[in-house]
């Protein structure tokens, strides 16, 4: 079992920043390839940036290329999702979700059902 708790959501005008953490608890952490997912009202869940258990290999949606960064610190449990550069369609809630079937270390993954635990979400609200 792994449990996330997201936090660093708010409001924020466009143009500015913000880092969304996810504390994961369990000691299979090290094992779970990471991802950054979010859902805007009325819309589908979609991909925002992946890491894989080894944080060698990113991947990121069309959305966060070039804006937002993720990374991870295995010996803390965290990710991290630093966002630059935000838009007012930015906003939504953002989820940290674990994907723990990847045992080959620089493997991740886009798809949502490929993800086992999924946080409760945090807002992020971008003002224009």
């Known amino acids: 079992q792994v449990q996330l708790v997201e936090s660093g959501g708010g409001l924020v005008q466009a143009g500015g920043s913000l880092r969304l953490s996810c504390a994961a608890s369990?000691?299979?952490?090290?094992?779970?390839?990471m991802g950054w997912f979010r859902q805007a009202p009325g819309k589908e869940r979609e991909f925002v940036a992946g890491?894989?258990?080894?944080?060698?290999?990113?991947k990121y949606g069309n959305s966060a290329k070039g804006r937002f960064t993720i990374s991870r610190d295995n010996a803390k449990n965290m990710v991290y999702l630093q966002m630059d550069s935000l838009k007012p369609e930015d906003t939504a809630v953002y989820y940290c979700?674990?994907?723990?079937?990847?045992?080959?270390?620089?493997?991740?993954?886009?798809?949502?059902?490929?993800?086992?635990?999924w946080g409760q979400g945090t807002q992020v609200t971008v003002s224009s």
């Open positions: 979700a674990a994907d723990r079937s990847k045992f080959n270390p620089i493997v991740v993954t886009t798809t949502i059902s490929e993800y086992d635990y």
């Open positions: 890491i894989s258990r080894s944080g060698i290999t990113t």
């Open positions: 369990g000691d299979t952490f090290s094992r779970c390839a």
